[in-house]
């Protein structure tokens, strides 16, 4: 693994946790203190980036999309044909990736998102144009330690940035105005944060175990005159749906810009 920032840590920390052998693993990490932490926390080997790449059959970048073509340029000319590059950054493309290595690497491109902290991440793949089946199956295996993985065409992954690799983020955005609506109505934050915080996690385990699409579980709750119509009215005039809309438009153009820099 090259760089062990949030998402960095995130999947090694799930590595560790579904088994794989520490003695397996090797980090390279810029930042000093950072690769110390890690060295303590897992007992992972941090070395150069170029040890890293030489030595690895299987290399993830979980490096800041603008730091990418600089890491493709120290680690190239160590990279092999047959050798698989996984990519988690936003943005980035399989022929960026692909331009800057020597040809027959295969690199696969990986949207993953922050839940795979808790086992429960969303990770989207694409294969490159010199990735087989075996290629997929490997990443596949990688991502699927910390979550769920579907495969989908490069040309959705923008859209799949938007949507789950941002997704979390807005989760808590509204998680946090809930508490703070609780709170300006009176309660005490503690309980406000513990009523939030599980009407979320009830809510999204409906969805799963029901299989109901959301607009009949939404029904379900507004009662004719009720409470929550009260309160979808004020979200409407709000126009949050389109906020929404605006924002996910946001998420996916800055996915598409990421890749120049
Ligand atoms: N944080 C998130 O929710 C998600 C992040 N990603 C992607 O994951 C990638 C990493 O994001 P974060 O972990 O959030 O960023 P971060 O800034 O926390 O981690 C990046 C790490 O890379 C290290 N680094 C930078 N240049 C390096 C180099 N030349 N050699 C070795 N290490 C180097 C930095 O010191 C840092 O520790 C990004 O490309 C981002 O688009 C994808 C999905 C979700
Ligand atoms: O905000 C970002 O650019 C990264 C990619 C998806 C989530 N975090």
């Known amino acids: 693994m090259i760089g062990a920032g949030v998402m960095g840590e995130t999947l090694l920390s799930g590595l560790v946790r579904a088994g794989r052998r520490v003695d397996q693993l090797l980090v390279g990490e810029k930042r000093e203190e950072r690769a110390a932490e890690l060295q303590e ?8 980036n170029l040890d890293a790449a030489t030595k690895a059959d299987t290399v993830a970048l979980v490096v800041k999309p603008q730091d990418m073509a600089d890491v493709l340029a120290e680690i190239s000319s160590v990279l092999r044909p047959g050798q698989l590059l996984v990519s988690l950054a936003a943005g980035i493309t399989t022929d960026f990736i692909e331009s800057r290595v020597p040809h027959g690497v295969a690199v696969v491109r990986v949207m993953p998102n922050t839940p795979a902290l808790v086992d429960q991440g969303m990770s989207a793949i694409s294969a490159g144009s010199h990735c087989d089946e075996e290629h997929l199956v490997e990443a596949e295996a990688l991502m699927a330690s910390v979550g769920k993985v579907v495969r989908v065409p490069e040309k959705q992954q923008d859209a799949v940035t938007a949507i789950s690799g941002s997704g979390p983020a807005y989760v808590f955005f509204v998680v946090e105005s809930m508490i703070e609506a609780g709170v300006h109505l009176g309660l005490p934050r503690s309980t406000a944060s513990e009523l939030v915080i ?8 409906m969805l799963r175990e029901t299989g109901e699409h959301p607009t009949v579980l939404r029904e379900q709750v507004t009662s004719p005159g009720g409470t929550t119509a009260a309160a979808l009215r004020e979200l409407e005039i709000h126009r949050v749906r389109a906020a929404f809309l605006a924002a996910l438009e946001a998420a996916r153009d800055r996915s598409r810009e990421l890749a120049g820099g």
């Open 41 to 48: 926390r897992y007992g992972v080997a941090v070395v150069s």
């Open 198 to 205: 599980q009407t979320l996690v009830g809510s999204a385990l």
